[in-house]
């Protein structure tokens, strides 16, 4: 006999609302459906209703965490639609600033995963170490969270050459750091117990759902942006596509912790060999008809955006894929043989980001073809 145990859209062990229906048969979990769509703002609506521009401030707001690599994302995209290539040295600005966005990333997971399986302490000095890099992006963009770094056709502001050692010395803190993280998680009791066979992806479910970022990585699979299709100043910069084989939850959390080393590492390297000059080119937002798409590796993995102009300064079309939309089919998997107990880590595992995913679609049953809505007209249908 089975029961079902919903978890969402609002519960303790989610973060943003979404909604999880599990099906039990004592604690075993034999079943899960995933209901998404929970956090949907009308994102691409709107941004199909502002010019190039403006559209900067309103993609870095599509997730909080990750706004770096999203307004990176949508700049390259209009430049290339543009036919627009941005400075050198503002190429290796953006690598440095997204670089610090992964860390500060890796070590919000890294707090948060503390505390889902009740070590509080590691919570308390994943974030004390958080707020280096936080001090560091505010010192070079003037914002903690968001940066507002990125411009069509470059950045908006320098790296000071006084700011080298303030960057370097922090570095240096953080490296040290992530250091003892790594041991802690190959030594530490709580961790092995509440980590290890948990929450198992196969590197062949891995392939066969198309997984990205750390999620494909802790599961064996090597893929990465930046390295598989290099972007700004990335083919320039060298760095390990780091990769673990074990597929579980400790695997998916050793992953990123040997990133920030990898992070650490890049940005030495761009402070380093950064050219001198401009760092912004003026770009006419007058674009012609045209259509393109521009992918990245933001710190939960691929994120893609397809933009399709019209002659005028707005776009016609934008359409984003977020890593987690990615993710969500490897999920079932994970779930299916575990226990209630675990249901907090393992989803956390991907790093989830409910409210940078959820799209609308209608589906017409009686065709069973999708189109996506607009902002307008998912109001009257609420109505």
Avoid at 73 to 94: D, F, H, N, S, W
Wanted: net charge positive; glycine share 8%; with cysteine.
């Amino acid at each position: 006999m089975t029961f079902v145990v919903p978890i969402g859209p609002q519960h303790p062990a989610l973060k943003e609302p979404e909604f999880f229906r599990f099906e039990v048969k004592g604690e075993e979990i034999v079943d899960v459906d995933i209901h998404l769509g929970y956090a949907h703002r009308g994102i691409e609506e709107a941004l199909s209703r502002r010019n190039y521009k403006h559209n900067i401030y309103l993609s870095e707001r599509i997730c909080g965490i990750c706004n770096v690599v999203h307004t990176t994302t949508y700049c390259q995209a209009v430049e290339q639609l543009a036919g627009v290539e941005p400075p050198e040295r503002a190429k290796y600005i953006r690598a440095i600033i997204m670089e610090l966005e992964r860390i500060h990333s890796h070590l919000l997971w890294l707090g948060i995963a503390a505390h889902q399986i009740g070590f509080n302490t590691l919570f308390m000095l994943a974030w004390r170490d958080r707020e280096y890099v936080m001090d560091l992006r505010e010192m070079i963009s003037g914002g903690r969270v968001h940066s507002a770094t990125n411009t069509i056709g470059g950045v908006r502001r320098d790296v000071k050459t006084e700011h080298v050692p303030t960057i370097l010395h922090g570095l240096e803190k953080l490296e040290q750091s992530t250091k003892y993280y790594i041991n802690l998680f190959g030594s530490d009791r709580t961790i092995l117990a509440r980590c290890t066979n948990l929450g198992v992806l196969s590197k062949k479910d891995a392939i066969k759902f198309c997984a990205v970022g750390p999620l494909a990585r802790a599961s064996d699979v090597k893929t990465d942006i930046r390295r598989d299709d290099p972007y700004g100043a990335y083919d320039a910069l060298s760095f390990n596509v780091v990769i673990e084989r074990e597929g579980d939850v400790w695997a998916k959390g050793m992953v990123r912790l040997r990133e920030i080393l990898e992070s650490i590492r890049i940005v030495r390297q761009a402070l380093k060999e950064m050219p001198g000059g401009p760092i912004r080119t003026r770009v006419s937002l007058q674009i012609p008809p045209n259509e393109t798409v521009e992918r990245t590796e933001a710190p939960r993995g691929e994120l893609f955006y397809y933009i399709r102009s019209n002659g005028t300064d707005t776009p016609e079309r934008v359409r984003v894929r977020t890593p987690t939309y990615g993710n969500f089919a490897s999920m079932k998997s994970m779930f299916v043989g575990g226990t209630v107990a675990e249901i907090p880590i393992v989803m956390w595992s991907i790093d989830p980001c409910f409210g940078c995913n959820d799209r609308v679609t209608l589906v017409d049953s009686r065709t069973d073809k999708t189109r996506v809505v607009s902002f307008d007209e998912l109001r009257r249908w609420r109505k």
